[in-house]
């Protein structure tokens, strides 16, 4: 099946990359090209993010920051957990959240950024408490 997917134009030589402006269709996923990126920005996408991207996200052993911010259809990350499992970082503010499923099991995580999502109450965020690493938390504008 074919997919659509960010399409990296250029690789810069700090290994950050920003994947928000171009698009693709393709049926395998561009990102087995980029293996040593450690920063990737796919931020204000408006609904591009399909589920094949966080399956192919898992190529990318070397991510630390992932920045999926002003994607207002997301609504839930579950299952980022079994694809990016070793994020430092995680920008994910106005994403349209309305808990931290998932987020919650990024043990390696140490900054998040979650603010203007929907999280209305404590225990949209109880789950954070469990994260060992994580030291910086931005909640401002949630409900």
């Not at 997917?5 to 990359?17: A, E, F, H, I, Y």
């Not at 990350?77 to 959240?97: D, F, P, R, T, Y």
């Amino acid at each position: 099946s074919t997919s659509l997917v960010p399409l990296v134009s250029s690789m810069p030589q700090d290994s950050n990359t920003n994947a928000r402006t171009t698009t693709t269709t393709t049926t395998q996923p561009i990102w087995q090209h980029f293996p040593s990126v450690k920063t990737l920005v796919l931020s204000h996408n408006q609904g591009t993010l399909q589920p094949d991207l966080w399956i192919g996200l898992s190529l990318l052993t070397q991510l630390q920051t992932l920045n999926i911010s002003h994607n207002a259809n997301l609504h839930s990350l579950s299952n980022i957990h079994w694809h990016v499992g070793h994020l430092v970082e995680l920008q994910a503010h106005h994403c349209g959240l309305v808990n931290c499923a998932g987020i919650d099991r990024l043990y390696a995580l140490e900054r998040l950024d979650l603010h203007h999502n929907q999280l209305s109450d404590l225990a949209s965020i109880r789950g954070l408490t469990c994260l060992p690493e994580l030291t910086h938390v931005t909640l401002f504008g949630n409900p």
